[in-house]
């Protein structure tokens, strides 16, 4: 039947998977015949109504695999950086920031610290915290800018001693 394998075509796209489907939905009609009520609806109705089912069924099972190889293929890939570095770049940062973590608060350096050291996006921060991402980002802002007075009042006292 051509409208059958139009309208499955139409919904999946791939001529392959649309000539599996319409085998599906001819077996499926054939297991299920004793079932059919003309009262219910016409033969054509019927057929159409389970080849876009099968069309729709075919066409998430293909989405949801296409979603799992992206998420473990960027799982598997090794990471593009040398891991030993960035913990010592991290390290080496939470050194000169030692002397000022005391002009953040405490909602401020976790927001701070989850952005900085473990990657989070804001996003992922506030879903982290149970907070509005606006929330985040101005934690992060305003710490930042109280790390940066900090620091610069720091520096001009070092240089000063000099």
């Known amino acids: 039947m051509p ?58 099972s293909e989405q949801r695999s296409r979603h799992r190889i992206i998420k ?25 920031l030692g002397g000022c973590k005391h002009a953040l608060t405490d909602l401020q350096r976790e927001s701070i610290y989850l952005a900085y050291y473990d990657g989070l996006t804001g996003t992922e921060i506030a879903a982290a915290l149970g907070v509005n991402v606006s929330t985040v980002k101005t934690r992060i802002r305003d710490g930042i800018l109280r790390l940066r007075a900090c620091l610069a009042e720091e520096h001009g006292q070092n240089q000063a001693d000099r």
């Not at 009262?39 to 066409?59: F, K």
Request: aromatic share 6%.
């Open 3 to 60: 409208r059958v394998y139009g309208l499955v075509n139409r919904v999946i796209g791939d001529r392959t998977l649309s000539e599996d489907a319409i085998q599906d939905v001819y077996l499926q009609i054939w297991s299920a015949s004793h079932n059919y009520n003309p009262c219910l609806g016409s033969p054509l109705a019927l057929v159409m109504t389970i080849a876009h089912r099968r069309a729709v069924d075919i066409v998430r």
């Open 72 to 96: 473990y293929s960027l799982q598997a890939e090794q990471p593009d950086h040398d891991p030993v570095a960035g913990l010592v770049d991290r390290l080496a940062a939470a050194e000169s």
